[in-house]
DNA sequence: TCGGTTGTTGTATTATATACAATATTTATT
DNA sequence: AATAAATATTGTATATAATACAACAACCGA
């Protein structure tokens, strides 16, 4: 708020929007799903992958726009969910994703500030069907080409916020994992997550001597190996111990 | 940004500002800067205190408004300035407050997203002269009362920010120091911090081993019993050692 | 049965964290 | 000059956590 409002601002072209960058991990790497643009819009082709995110409605609290765009691509209503920046450069948008925008919106624009969110799902989780017009895909980090908006800067600044949010509660990152899972799927996650390799030994050691974290009785199906342990995370046990 | 832009937005009332959360230690607690509305106003007594901020400007960055704030304030450039988090409840503002930001701007306001940015000071800079009908005030955390719009919650998530931005950054907190500070300030200050008492000789022991706090040949003056050692915060060996 | 592939496990060493109190230095007081 | 008052300074023993490192086990398929 203000020392010195100024009174002939001219605010009617600020807009609003929540971006979520949601992440899965498919057992080998990171991904982020990412929303397209196909077919052809007034003869010019949006090829550009963007992040899933919306406007936000005028009476919506920006934790409920973030909700809801979640609940149009997930059909879930109770997603983790992290807000972890705005972006509000003058710059963020390019010439060419503004002419979409208000090609699209049919308003004039002029700054948008947009507030990111941060998210992660278990990649194996259905997707709704997305509005016409868009597909949805899991693309992997590595594959990630050049986003609409400032949408690269966006998932890197997710993927710095992912591992604070770990480090601040290691419960966090078993949203990412199937509810059974094995040692080698929570090894590479962390190396994934953390970019450097985990010791086998120690990274075992390590795990199994948290109580929260309990070994069953199920190996893994169908490899053309030796079958893995199966483990889980128990949420309760780990509500516990935190006190 | 959008799957689904809907064309009837009213969005004309979306205001945007900046907060910032000024954060000084005096050797013995944590002190905010706080601004307040001084004398009467249409008869009526704003007394309550709030966060330095203001709404952005049309064509000015997030950072940049905060910047601005922060120079008003302080008449410094170069501060340190940490975005950490926006607010935009519909019912972050009280009808009260809503009615002198109204009267104060003479415009329509509905809702105001705010940015919030958290800056260090040492609590011995001189400040700027504050616009006329404001006073700026150096008030302990225990002493805030209740501030206009949802600023106690601001400084409440400021100060978990401060925590975690700490973890990351070692050399964060000697923003809060003098130059030249003794181990009992530096133990004080992370015990404002962490919220919890250190071992003297551990902590004095974890800090001597750190070759970027460097003892001086100084003591500190004035005082009616053995004086301190002086040590000071060596950010050119800090760097060094952080590759 | 044998090769290929991945899973599982322990020990020794080093570094870090914790618990704990006596002595030193200076100023103020008598 | 002696002493009281206040705060500064320092070490050792113990526990816990982090790291480095490789052999054997289990299962599949040929």
Not at 80 to 99: C, H, P, V, W
Not at 121 to 131: E, G, N, Q, Y
Not at 184 to 201: F, N, P, S
């Amino acid at each position: 708020m203000s020392t010195s409002f100024r009174q002939d601002l001219q605010l009617a072209v600020n807009h609003i929007s929540v971006d979520c960058v949601v992440l899965g991990f498919d057992g080998e790497q990171l991904r982020v799903l990412l929303l397209k643009r196909v077919g052809e819009s007034g003869g010019q082709e949006f090829g550009d992958m963007k992040l899933p995110g919306d406007l936000i409605y005028t009476d919506e609290n920006l934790d409920d726009a973030a909700k809801r765009v979640l609940h149009e691509l997930t059909g879930m209503s109770n997603i983790n969910l992290l807000q972890f920046k705005a972006y509000g450069s003058k710059d963020r948008i390019t010439k060419k994703d503004m002419e979409w925008l208000e090609q699209t919106t049919h308003q004039h624009m002029e700054r948008i500030v947009t507030i990111a969110y941060l998210s992660l799902l278990r990649i194996s989780r259905p997707l709704a069907t997305p509005p016409a017009g868009n597909e949805v895909h899991w693309v992997g980090l590595d594959e990630i080409g050049t986003l609409a908006f400032d949408h690269n800067i966006l998932i890197r600044d997710a993927i710095e916020a992912v591992r604070h949010r770990a480090d601040i509660d290691p419960s966090y990152l078993f949203n990412l994992l199937p509810q059974k899972f094995t040692m080698l799927q929570l090894r590479t996650l962390y190396e994934r997550i953390y970019g450097k390799a985990q010791d086998v030994r120690n990274f075992h050691k390590k795990v199994t001597q948290l109580d929260y974290i309990v070994a069953l009785d199920e190996r893994e199906q169908g490899v053309a190996h030796r079958a893995a342990r199966l483990y889980r995370f128990d949420r309760k046990i780990f509500r516990r111990a935190r006190r």
